[in-house]
Structures are given as structure tokens and as C-alpha cells.
């Protein structure tokens, strides 16, 4: 059983805390709170109704994954364009320097891979209050998932990729530390100061993708990002700048 109780005293900044043993959504339950100026952070070892982008479920085992979501607040006039690709970063980061895992790679917009398997995935949430928004930041990384977990995205955990990863609530403080000063850095400077960053890690470029769209679908090549995080695709009309609401399937 792992016990979260003390995790707090490992994060780095104020931040209320609280801590499940099971709960449906750890991004729900904070969606439902007051409104608090300070970072909030919940924590679970087991979402049983965990949720993906586009409606997807994230699947997930009790003590098998790395499982919270953070709110953070931003004055109204931040653009928040770009920061799912910065949470991918500071996870990436998180895991490189904490424990030389190397070779992963972040599909945009947020999810990261090892090789052809997922290993992470992020869901974001906007609420508006009044002068200020809120955001509220899912976070779901695969740990020691064991080989039963039913899901048909081929997946992969870190258990898996390395032997040297500490336990879970250790990993989860390590986390959260990086997701927090990759937030900073964002409110403070935007995405642009983080799209060389991505560059390194992009595993969509070069890959072709199909773009289903009412009365304008069509077929390119992915070239990259703008500077506001949106993924650029090049077809025979020119580039076009896709956001993550789009449907894109790639080919």
C-alpha cells in the first residue's frame, strides 16, 4: 500500500494537498472546489473513472501509476496557449534528470512515449473566474503497471524501462516539483521560450497526418510548432496551424 500522507513535505512550494485512496477523477474533484488563490494539488492511488483527451478513458491500476492533477491559477489576460506542451516538458525533464531515463519522445500535444508505447498522458481543463482563470492540470504516468492492464493504446511503464526508478511517491513529489517550476516559467516567459526545448523531443515531425474537418479535411506533413504551441502541417494549400481540438489522424 503506499502511503501519500507525507508526500507534501517533499514539494517544493505551498500547495494544499489531499491525498485518495480511490476516487473517480482527481481532475473532477478539483474542478468542483472553491476557488483558492493557493496551488491545489489531489493525489490518488486509483481513479476509477480516469479521463483522456477527447473523451478517451485513461486507463490505470491501484499503485500501478502516478496519479494527480494540479489547479493553478492565471490572470485572465495570460494566454495559455502552449502550456499542455510545457507539462509533457517538465515530465520528460523530471524523469531524465531524476533518473537517466533517455529516449522518450512527447506526441504532441502532451502525450510522451518511449518508443512506440505510451508511457504519460495529460488532460487540461480551463475554468474562468471572474478576473482570473483556472486551470486544472491531469496528470497520469504509467509506473508498474504488471501485464493484465486492458488497453488498446500499446503502452509501456517505467518499471519497464528502468531499474533504478525509486518508489512511487517519491517519483510522484519528483514530478510535481518539475510540473511546478515548468508552470513558473510559463506564466512568466509564455510557451516561446520553451519551442526549441520541444524541438528535441518531437516525435510527430516529418510524419504525415490526415486533418477530417467538416467541409475541409485534408492530407499533409507535420513540420513542427509556432510559437504558440499549435502543431504546423504543410499540404499543398500551404501550413496550416492545428490546436488539439482538431481530429488528426496520422498515417
Excluded at 1 to 15: A, C, F, G, K, R
Aim: proline fraction near 2%; aromatic fraction near 8%.
Amino acid at each position: 500500500m503506499v502511503d501519500h500522507s507525507t508526500l507534501e513535505n517533499l514539494i517544493n512550494q505551498p500547495i494544499d494537498c489531499v491525498f485518495f485512496d480511490s476516487i473517480e477523477s482527481t481532475n473532477d474533484y478539483l474542478l468542483k472546489q472553491p476557488f483558492s488563490k493557493t496551488t491545489q494539488l489531489c493525489i490518488t492511488r486509483e481513479q476509477t473513472k480516469g479521463k483522456g483527451q477527447h473523451g478517451r478513458v485513461w486507463c490505470s491500476q491501484k499503485d500501478g501509476s502516478v496519479l494527480f492533477s494540479i489547479r493553478q491559477n492565471f490572470d485572465a489576460s495570460c494566454d495559455l496557449s502552449g502550456l499542455s506542451l510545457v507539462v509533457a516538458l517538465a515530465i520528460v525533464k523530471s524523469l531524465e534528470e531524476t533518473y537517466a531515463i533517455e529516449k522518450l519522445g512527447i506526441k504532441w500535444p502532451n502525450d510522451i512515449y518511449f518508443g512506440d508505447k505510451k508511457l504519460s498522458g495529460i488532460l487540461l481543463e480551463n475554468q474562468l473566474l471572474g478576473g482570473e482563470q483556472s486551470v486544472v492540470v491531469g496528470v497520469g504516468v504509467n509506473y508498474a503497471l504488471g501485464e493484465n492492464l486492458d488497453c488498446e493504446t500499446p503502452w509501456i511503464d517505467l518499471t519497464t524501462i528502468s531499474a533504478s526508478v525509486s518508489n512511487i511517491k517519491v517519483l510522484t513529489a519528483a514530478i510535481i516539483n518539475s510540473v511546478l517550476v515548468y508552470i513558473k516559467r510559463f506564466e512568466e516567459n509564455g510557451f516561446e521560450d520553451f519551442q526549441s526545448e520541444w524541438t528535441a523531443y518531437d516525435i510527430l515531425k516529418g510524419r504525415r497526418a490526415k486533418v477530417e474537418r467538416v467541409n475541409d479535411s485534408f492530407t499533409g506533413e507535420v513540420v513542427g510548432i509556432n510559437s504558440k504551441g499549435a502543431l504546423l502541417i504543410s499540404s499543398e494549400n500551404g501550413i496550416e496551424a492545428m490546436y488539439s481540438s482538431e481530429q488528426i489522424t496520422y498515417i
